[in-house]
């Protein structure tokens, strides 16, 4: 289906925007393209060409899934009911959109019939609740890994510190 009405959410530089509406242009052929920003990207966002509405993200914080809690996300819900896309492309910087889960887990909350990822590549990947899930939980094991790796090495580097700054002031003076 073709969509008439995306909604893209700002999760890359403006200069990569610049970049991928041309393309989504191109892939969905009249649509109306809305972006919901963050509230210092407003001005730059109004005056591109191919935006057709710029839609502020009430929180200063990264966006979330739990965006609608609170009479800032009730207001956000409210709006975004009013003018309904039917899809929602969430660009990312890599290919396989790690480092933004917190923006592809807020794109499945915003209602629509379709949603997907944009990857650096161009390609449009759909966005699937369980390989979020899944590459959710993976993100977690491998900062866990990462964490327990670091506290088991740190007393073993603080104990060899000393003796490599001591050998190499032994090298100095001699």
């Known amino acids: 289906m073709q969509p008439k ?18 393309q989504l242009r191109q892939r969905f052929a ?3 393209i809305a972006v919901i920003t963050h509230a210092h990207s407003v001005p730059e966002l109004t005056a591109t060409e191919g935006v057709a509405e710029v839609v502020v993200y009430p929180y200063k ?7 609608r809690w609170g009479e800032r996300g009730s207001a956000l819900a409210a709006r975004l ?8 492309v969430v660009p990312v910087t890599n290919h396989s959109g790690y480092g933004f889960l917190n923006v592809l887990l807020f794109a499945l909350s915003i209602p629509a019939e379709s949603r997907w990822m944009f990857t650096a590549g ?12 899944l590459r959710g939980v993976k ?10 790796v670091t506290v088991a090495l740190t007393p073993f580097v603080l104990l060899l ?3 490599l700054f001591l050998g190499q002031k032994g090298d100095d003076s001699g």
């Open 5 to 22: 009405r995306l909604l893209l959410v700002r999760s890359v530089s403006l200069q990569q925007l610049d970049l991928i509406l041309p």
């Open 30 to 32: 009249g649509v109306e």
């Open 61 to 67: 914080r990264p966006f979330s899934p739990f965006w």
């Open 81 to 88: 009911s009013l003018h309904p896309s039917e899809g929602v």
């Open 122 to 133: 161009g390609e449009l990947e759909p966005l699937a609740v369980g390989k979020l899930l």
């Open 139 to 148: 993100q977690l094991l491998l900062a866990t890994v990462a964490l327990l």
């Open 161 to 163: 510190l000393p003796l």
